[in-house]
């Protein structure tokens, strides 16, 4: 079995949590696991469900830091972390029993693992989120020549010696799609990623997830993705998959995240704008228009390119809400 540093950063998720530790403390062959806890501020009792388990569980460590948000939280776990390898899991979501076995088996001798999340809502039923690539062993390369989109919501192990050595970590001015940001960062000194279907990690998905509720100064600190990425000079950073990843995770957090709420307000409006007008992102719009992506891909660039921003979103509103009754 492989020996793994599950980092659970924390903050005001006393209701949460309990079922989280739950499912560490059921893991299955976990014996050479370690959960390193940051309570990242906490102003409930996320502290006292820690400690408790800390005191009971030789595997457990708990630490305590001011308020830094969940990269620094993070990043304060990559620090003190003893395992081969690394899980990151949120404080309010947990993990399948048979979590250490499935990664095992699926990781070989891979620098990565990529695997599906399994979603559970109020709203749906629990389900697994699943992804194209097919089971088996890639270079970075192959893995973005294989898919459209880079497969973002399922859930990725990082070996940990990589991180050490190339000093990686989660970038804290990027509060929106840092995880993405982190992965790149990775597999720019990756060489094998192993694939699986099977998934381990349950994503609970509420309704003040970011991907969910509005919060305009973080959504729009997504766009700092593309500094890093415009640095990358590797052969996969220039494929339309790589290009168009990285549109899907602006639109996300951003103006798709708008619509699907229908909001019309000014902020959102001026948030759209900043994000439409920015230099950054016309170049990476710009790009993707030259790249075979398909034509619903081409068709939702060329509009973000060309339509009158707040005419065109507002337009875009009004069909959903006309289509919703």
């Known amino acids: 079995m492989i020996s793994l540093s599950i980092i659970i950063p924390c903050y005001n998720v006393e209701a949460y949590l309990p079922k989280t530790i739950h499912s560490l403390s059921q893991l299955r062959n976990a014996d050479d696991c370690e959960f390193i806890f940051i309570d990242d501020g906490s102003t409930d009792s996320t502290g006292t469900i820690i ?3 800390v005191r009971n569980d030789r595997r457990a ?3 305590t830091q001011v ?3 969940v990269s620094a939280a993070r990043n304060a776990g990559i620090e003190i972390a003893h395992g081969d390898y690394i899980l990151c899991l949120d404080g309010d979501d947990y993990l399948h029993t048979n979590c250490i076995d499935i990664i095992t088996q699926g990781l070989q ?4 693992l990529i695997a599906p999340c399994i979603i559970e809502n109020q709203i749906e039923a629990t389900h697994t989120e699943p992804h194209s690539l097919e089971t088996g062993m890639y270079t ?3 893995l973005y020549a294989m898919c459209d989109i880079f497969p973002t919501a399922p859930k990725l192990i990082y070996n940990t010696s990589i991180i050490r050595n190339n000093q990686l970590r989660f970038n804290p001015n990027i509060k929106s799609g840092e995880v993405y940001d982190f992965t790149v960062s990775f597999l720019e000194h990756a060489n094998k990623v192993a694939v699986i279907k099977a998934g381990f990690y349950y994503y609970v998905m509420r309704e003040t997830s970011a991907t969910h509720h509005p919060n305009y100064a973080a959504d729009l600190s997504v766009l700092n993705i593309l500094d890093h990425f415009s640095t990358i000079r590797l052969p996969w950073a220039t494929s339309s998959s790589f290009l168009l990843t990285e549109f899907k995770i602006i639109t996300s957090f951003t103006y798709n995240k ?6 019309t307000d000014t902020k959102t409006i001026q948030t759209i704008n900043k994000v439409l007008s920015d230099s950054r992102v016309k170049k990476l719009l710009t790009k993707l228009s030259q790249e075979d992506i398909g ?9 973000l390119r060309f339509m009158p921003i707040a005419w065109g979103y507002k337009m875009l509103a009004l069909v959903m809400k ?3 009754h």
């Open 51 to 53: 400690d408790t388990f």
């Open 61 to 63: 460590i708990g630490i």
């Open 67 to 69: 308020n830094k948000g």
């Open 109 to 112: 001798d891979a620098d990565a």
């Open 140 to 142: 970075i390369d192959q």
């Open 258 to 263: 708008y619509l699907r709420n229908k909001l």
């Open 295 to 303: 034509i619903k891909h081409k068709l939702h660039v060329s509009y």
């Open 322 to 324: 006309i289509l919703k």
